[in-house]
């Protein structure tokens, strides 16, 4: 899309930005200890992707998220992977994100990562590289979402120009998914509170998807299963839970004793198949890090395929070939701390000073599992506008994946973006601002 094409809408980002103000779109990150919500800042200039590009993404991603579901049900019951060796046992059972307590429990329908967030980069070499995978509680949709709805308003000639696939139809998707899984009764959406880092995205969900927004004050378990009570004290049964809820907080009875904002003994009812959990508890060791480096593996091991889409390129110092190529090619790498989110535990070894380099290389082979290393990717610059003048900045692009009985790629995303023209990281709560797609009709 050409720049000038837009313009009716470029020069109104002080007004979405405005609106988006208006209508509490924020996002809260602890600092200091102390809660603060700050707004996500708004870039009128789109990701634009053309149809067959998206095209070739959708058969990537659909493929992905496929074998990361096995993935996940293998390794909770049959683990042929690990008998088979290709993926190594520590890597599985060190994982933080590898729960115990889901051992033999195949979810109900069978699928386990209902709504997976896949971060990509476009290269300058033109191919699409995956970052991470996020199929815990990944967040973001609701931006893009209520972005395009004001951009329509402000700027409704732009729409009209140019042929754009609605994105307004992802509250549609999700409940589609969470009905899918239903186990008959309400679908709530399960929230920690305002405090939370996307409480925004919560309580807006939530509103599209015409669903109840619960606490933990609002769900109990009585004979075997999960009830709301609303307003007046009516309880009426619940069948399927979108929990927004880390795993160690859902339940004081199986996990964390000390959570305050978990249910007891829903974790009891979901092992017997009485409600959904969605996305299922357990999915962090699949977006592990470390994992990460096995995705193509598993594509080849479950489904015989060559992946779609590649990895950035990885190296495990688990390994002794890759601790090597880590040490002798250390400053031209990236180092990422596997348990860590959000851009944090993120280090470029170009810039560390010669005594942090020592103590981490120190840390490293003590610690091998514990961090990948990656080659840096020079991913592309996107356009946006910052006072009145067009600056590049890097960008990445979270994809949004929904698997009922089949994976569907949303026709949109997030796309973030550095807004410090020396940084390669996008994330929101390191600061970075944020766009919509647009997937082009033709």
């Not at 139809?169 to 589609?176: F, G, Q, T, V, W």
Request: include cysteine; hydrophobic fraction near 40%; proline fraction near 5%.
């Amino acid at each position: 899309m050409e720049i000038r094409e837009g313009m009716d809408l470029f020069e109104r980002t002080d007004t979405v930005n405005g609106l988006l103000a208006r209508y509490g779109v924020k996002f809260g990150i602890y600092k200091d200890n102390t809660f603060q919500e700050q707004l996500f800042p708004f870039d009128a200039i789109p990701r634009v992707i053309g149809k067959d590009e998206f095209a070739y993404l959708e058969k990537g991603l659909e493929q992905r998220v496929t074998a990361l579901n096995l993935f996940l049900r293998d390794i909770y019951n049959e683990k042929k992977i690990l008998k088979d060796k290709v993926v190594p046992e520590e890597f599985i059972y060190a994982s933080s994100g590898y729960l115990v307590e889901c051992e033999g429990i195949v979810p109900h329908k069978g699928v386990y990562s209902h709504i997976s967030g896949i971060d990509l980069v476009l290269g300058k070499d033109g191919v699409w590289y995956i970052l991470e995978d996020n199929l815990r509680v990944p967040s973001g949709a609701s931006y893009p979402m209520i972005a395009r709805g004001l951009c329509r308003r402000s700027s409704p000639r732009t729409f009209r120009n140019i042929s754009v696939a609605d994105n307004r139809n992802y509250a549609d998707l999700l409940k589609a998914t969470l009905d899918h899984v239903n186990t008959g009764g309400l679908t709530v959406v399960l929230t920690p509170g305002r405090y939370n880092a996307a409480y925004f995205e919560h309580s807006y969900l939530a509103e599209r998807m015409q669903v109840p927004l619960v606490t933990c004050h609002d769900l109990e378990v009585e004979n075997d299963r999960l009830y709301f009570i609303n307003y007046n004290g009516k309880k009426e049964p619940v069948g399927a839970v979108y929990r927004r809820i880390s795993d160690e907080y859902m339940d004081p009875m199986t996990f964390n004793r000390d959570s305050i904002i978990g249910i007891p003994h829903m974790f009891d009812i979901y092992r017997k198949g009485k409600v959904a959990l969605v996305n299922t508890p357990g999915n962090g060791v699949a977006d592990d890090k470390g994992i990460y480096y096995f995705v193509p593996k598993m594509i080849r091991y479950y489904l015989g395929e060559e992946p779609i889409l590649h990895n950035a390129p990885t190296y495990l110092p688990y390994y002794e070939e890759d601790m090597k190529y880590v040490l002798e090619h250390f400053d031209s790498l990236v180092l990422k701390d596997v348990a860590e989110a959000g851009g944090y535990g993120v280090v470029f070894g170009c810039s560390m000073s010669a005594a942090q380099k020592e103590a981490f290389i120190e840390l490293l082979k003590k610690e091998p599992r514990r961090f990948i290393a990656q080659e840096v990717i020079d991913f592309c610059d996107l356009p946006i506008l910052e006072k009145g003048e067009l600056v590049d900045r890097k960008a990445d692009l979270r994809a949004f994946v929904l698997t009922a009985e089949k994976p569907v790629v949303w026709k949109s995303g997030l796309t973030r973006f550095s807004r410090n023209p020396d940084s390669f990281i996008v994330n929101s709560s390191q600061g970075g601002g944020f766009k919509d797609t647009w997937v082009l009709n033709q």
